[in-house]
């Protein structure tokens, strides 16, 4: 899902949003937890994803203007969920300020950390484990997570999985704009189900059902407040 960050996809109006979220995916994969022991807290996690976004950084370097404009897209995301965050653990101005400068430091000392290591001047192992870990961390759990972020790293330089992940994204649009008709009443609920889930034929009765699960799904949305959408939680 990290081909997002390919040229093709820098142009888009509001990359940010769409980057990080993969950013964010990519973070809570299990494995860099459990395999690579990084510690699942608040700071460990912070430490993946600041991790996963410093990458992302040093790869849109590489696209010129456009891969610049997505860099402070990608930047001011990561800003606006970290004072989000932050917020909703109680901290407000001017402390939550002093906080949010310090992790943007702290994402600015690791991509100068991977810039460096992606050139050569220093090795991967390294780069992990001063932008994973705070304190000792068993060498096969380093090395696993070292493996990991280079597989990373060169997955994002994969033009077939650009395309294919274009093409996604190109789907995923379609959608949208088919469901803000249905919404809006300018198509009814039914055509949008057919369209958005199936390719051939379906039955009356199962098409029936999935529009109907749909429309109750976006009307438990409509209630919902958006932090509460934001968590999971549409009740």
């Known amino acids: 899902m990290l081909a997002f960050l ?11 949003a769409a980057l990080f979220d993969a950013l964010t995916a990519e973070a809570r994969r299990p494995d860099w937890y459990r395999e690579g022991e990084v510690p699942d807290t608040l700071d460990g996690r912070f430490a993946v ?13 590489r696209d010129g203007d456009e891969g610049n404009r997505a860099s402070v897209s990608l930047t001011e995301r990561f800003v606006e969920v970290m004072e989000s965050e932050h917020r909703e653990l109680g901290l407000g101005d ?15 000392r690791r991509t100068e950390l991977w810039r460096t290591a992606i050139s050569g001047e220093a090795d991967w192992k390294r780069g992990a484990r001063e932008s994973l870990y705070k304190g000792e961390v068993p060498e096969e ?5 070292a493996a990991a972020i280079r597989a990373l790293w060169e997955g994002l330089g994969d033009p077939t999985l ?4 274009r093409k996604l994204v190109g789907m995923l649009a379609r959608r949208t704009e088919l469901w803000r008709m249905a919404i809006s009443g ?5 055509r949008g189900a057919r369209e958005s889930l199936y390719r051939g034929e379906v039955p009356e009765e199962a098409l029936e059902h999935n529009a109907a699960a749909i429309r109750a799904l976006w009307k438990r949305l409509d209630r919902a407040s958006l932090d509460r959408v934001g968590q999971g939680k549409f009740g």
């Not at 390919?6 to 940010?16: C, E, K, M, N, S």
């Open 141 to 145: 759990a380093l090395e696993h997570n």
């Open 162 to 165: 650009g395309r294919v992940v």
């Open 6 to 16: 390919f040229r093709g996809l820098t142009a888009d109006r509001q990359p940010g």
């Open 94 to 108: 001017p402390t939550l300020g002093r906080v949010v400068r310090k992790l943007v430091g702290m994402l600015a």
């Open 186 to 190: 300018e198509a009814d609920w039914k």
């Open 49 to 61: 994803l600041a991790t996963m976004t410093a990458l992302a950084l040093v790869r849109l370097e």
